[in-house]
């Protein structure tokens, strides 16, 4: 037996149910030196492992921004000592485990859920990826012709075409644009094995940012099941890359598509960073502007000017610490116009005049949910690893029943009053087959082409 195979055996004898009356959250060392934060949570049938990788790629001009990308969904296809290509994926589900990479602009994700039985043997299987990936050539052939399908796919989209609009408004000609999607054919062409295999030593290193285990497991089994994880990668590691602000300037755009046939809306404004976590006031604002395909947004533009499909509110980020509200959704091409005419009117009197109907509801349905999935180490570990990531001290991950308690109107009112954009600080970027569909915009062909509108 080799000692790889041995050690996920021990392991495996070892990964026993933790006693703790509660959920808790602390921080702690592995004996191999490796720092991480263990979620516990008493009686829980899986284990939950998030770790975030730093990465410049997002920012770096050097990198081609097919590589990250394509080496996320290569990796566990392509083989490695002990795993014929295509086996990986065949013996997770086997074991009944679900491991998933994913990337932002600053960091490299991984998301590994596993019954706690067969943990050593799940973790062994990553590190010999993580460690020494073959990427085999028919694996990685399939993974780049469904990439590019999925490419040449996306950039017909409406909707890609007004968020493509938003990055080059808010970034101009900085790289950052390219970790939102892959846009260059022949980019993606040029990549090769070792390409992928260079990124992957440099990136999935023994030093990640941020490792979460969530459970019901004691510190010390935790902490063998990191070191078995991280076991041999390479130990030096990046800080996260200092990514842009990322601010649209305000104004009108319309990007002429002859070939699409519905048009799209997107408007954008930057949103106050605030010192509260989680952001439920945030939360709160959101659902009064659009929840479940309703709220005061929907009930205007798509229910009394029958002009849209569907209108979303979310407040996201660019990077951490720089969010926006986007108001987005398909609209009728012959009234784009009124549309975004009538969601402005709603916003602005929204603003003069925060609802607060709801907010009972609101609270109350939160409050539901923290209770029901307090104890779900899936929940718990993606709320965790937020809140590290985010500078937030992780025990405040179990106060979060608490901060909804404490949601109140005067919150919600502050919290608009003083974080939200006015109208006139928004950026209106409209989609359509119609040049005329936006009257008063400036109309381009592209999204780069935003650069030459004359904007605020």
Known sequence: MNKTLLTATMLALYVTAAHAASPSIDEHLSAGGARFVLATVPEADELVIRVAWPTDWAVNRDINHAVPILAMISLFAGGAEGFDPGAFDVRMEDLGAEVRLTIGPQFAFATMVMPRRD??????AINAHLRAPRFDETWF??????????????????????????????FGDHPIRKSAIVRDLDAERQVNRSDLASWVAATYTSVPFELVVSGDIDVGTAGRLVDLLLRDLPGDALPPAALPVGVPRAGMVLVHAPLTTDSYMAVIG????????PRQHDGFIEWTLSHSGGGILNEAVRGSARAAYLIDA???EFRYGSPFLLMHGSVDTSKAGASVEKLLQVYESYLKSPLIDGLEQFRSGTQDT??????????LSIATIKAALRGHDVSTVLERLASAE??????????????????????VVVVSPDADALPGACVIEVPMEVLECELN
Request: hydrophobic letters at 35%; a positive charge; zero cysteines.
């Open 119 to 124: 943990a050593g043997e799940v973790l062994s």
């Open 141 to 170: 052939r399939r993974r780049q012709d469904s990439l590019r399908n999925f490419v040449a796919e996306k950039r017909r989209e409406p909707k890609r075409l007004a968020f493509d609009t938003i990055y080059w408004a808010a």
């Open 270 to 277: 930057a949103v106050a960073e605030s010192t509260e976590w």
């Open 314 to 316: 979310e407040v996201s």
């Open 370 to 379: 923290l209770e029901r999935t307090k104890d779900d180490p899936g929940e």
């Open 406 to 427: 404490r949601l109140s109107p005067d919150v919600i009112r502050e919290r608009v009053r003083k974080g939200y954009p006015k109208p006139g600080d928004l950026l």
